[in-house]
């Protein structure tokens, strides 16, 4: 049996129990039909987000009896979720991620202990990098909502 995408809203309703049925019975009865704008506000009923996904995905340990195939696959979804290749460009998509690598391991070097200097030095980086990441995460939030 094949559905069709301007179905799925329709086929999905039944389906749903709990805070998924209580999120789909207060939207606009205008947008019911619109299988995009049900899933929205379920994930938001739950709050799931990008950083819901980012942090699942740093996070991953290997399942009992998972294979590497397995573990592979939930990998790519959880950073597919996160990073929705779909609506963001190679470069927006390396730049937050050299960042947030950038500022793990700026944290490491920072906490090494290697004197007052450097340390209000790497402070000072931190900081601007640390900005320049919220700018970037803000421009992500923008263009994800320009785009549902």
């Known amino acids: 049996m094949s559905l069709v995408k301007r179905d799925w809203a329709i086929r999905l309703v039944p389906l749903l129990t709990g805070k998924a049925r209580s999120?789909?019975?207060?939207?606009?009865?205008?947008?019911?039909?619109?299988?995009?704008?049900v899933k929205e506000v379920i994930l938001k009923k739950y709050e799931i987000s990008a950083e819901t996904y980012r942090q699942r995905f740093r996070a991953t340990d290997i399942w009992?009896?998972?294979?590497?195939?397995e573990l592979y696959v939930r990998l790519k979804e959880l950073f597919a979720k996160w990073t929705k290749p779909e609506e963001h460009t190679v470069q927006q998509m390396s730049e937050i991620l050299i960042l947030e690598q950038f500022m793990r391991l700026d944290r490491i070097w920072l906490w090494s202990g290697y004197g007052q200097a450097r340390t209000e030095f790497c402070s000072a980086i931190h900081t601007k990098f640390l900005l320049h990441f919220v700018e970037l995460q803000l421009d992500a939030g923008r263009i994800l909502s320009s785009h549902n």
Request: glycine letters at 0%; aromatic letters at 14%; a negative charge.
């Open 23 to 37: 999120a789909y019975v207060a939207m606009d009865i205008s947008y019911t039909n619109d299988y995009k704008k």
């Open 64 to 69: 009992p009896d998972e294979t590497p195939r």
